[in-house]
């Protein structure tokens, strides 16, 4: 199976980048047959949705390489900021443009939502507003999801989870996900 991964947030420190590779380590380590692509949302930009855009040149590059990216993928591993209590701009905004592509990547698809933030909460607000547009789009959005609360203080300087404890809630999370998307497949 291939497996994207992704932090939706762009600057460099992300703790959820951090979280999502660490997803991304331990279905690499527990399925060596899968191809686990760990990407950086960075690397797909794309302007705020305008349909006039859209009209005079369709998809921006970004987003039909993002979209390329999950057309590719078996199951995709997203970690999304905390905005506000809900769903960042610019991940609604990528949504919004996938949304547009010729044939949809994420029908059907399963995904896995992670959240990481430096407060008490972990980000789930965002979880329940983010899985909305997914499953709006036919995206198979696994039931349990996973917020990392005190971020700052969660990651040592390797980029692991310092919490034992922690890191196997997750590893236990993605290898169950893993599972449930074979059997989607
Ligand atoms: C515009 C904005 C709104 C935020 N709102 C929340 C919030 O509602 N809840 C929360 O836990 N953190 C909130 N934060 C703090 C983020 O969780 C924090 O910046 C986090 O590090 C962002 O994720 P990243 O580390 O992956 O970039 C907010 C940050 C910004 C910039």
């Not at 979209?67 to 591993?77: I, S, Y």
């Not at 592509?101 to 990481?116: G, V």
């Amino acid at each position: 199976m291939r497996i994207l991964v992704f932090g939706a947030a762009h600057r460099k420190g992300s703790f959820n980048r951090k979280l999502a590779l660490n997803a991304a380590e331990h279905l690499a380590k527990a399925f060596p047959e899968d191809t686990v692509e760990f990407v950086h949302f960075s690397d797909f930009p794309m302007p705020v949705y305008d349909g006039d855009l859209e009209e005079k040149d369709g998809l921006p590059k970004g987003a039909g390489a993002l979209v390329e990216k999950l057309a590719q993928a078996g199951a995709v591993v997203i970690s999304t900021p905390e905005y506000n209590g809900g769903i960042p701009g610019a991940l609604k905004n990528a949504i919004d443009w996938i949304s547009r592509a010729d044939d949809n990547p994420l029908d059907k698809k399963p995904l896995l939502l992670l959240a990481a933030s430096p407060g008490a909460l972990g980000g789930v607000r965002s979880l329940w507003h983010t899985r909305v547009p997914f499953e709006a789009l036919g995206a198979v959005v696994y039931p349990t999801m996973f917020g990392l609360p005190k971020a700052s203080e969660a990651f040592d300087a390797n980029d692991k989870l310092v919490d034992p404890k922690m890191g196997a809630r997750l590893e236990k999370l993605v290898l169950e996900f893993r599972g449930f998307a074979a059997k989607l497949a």
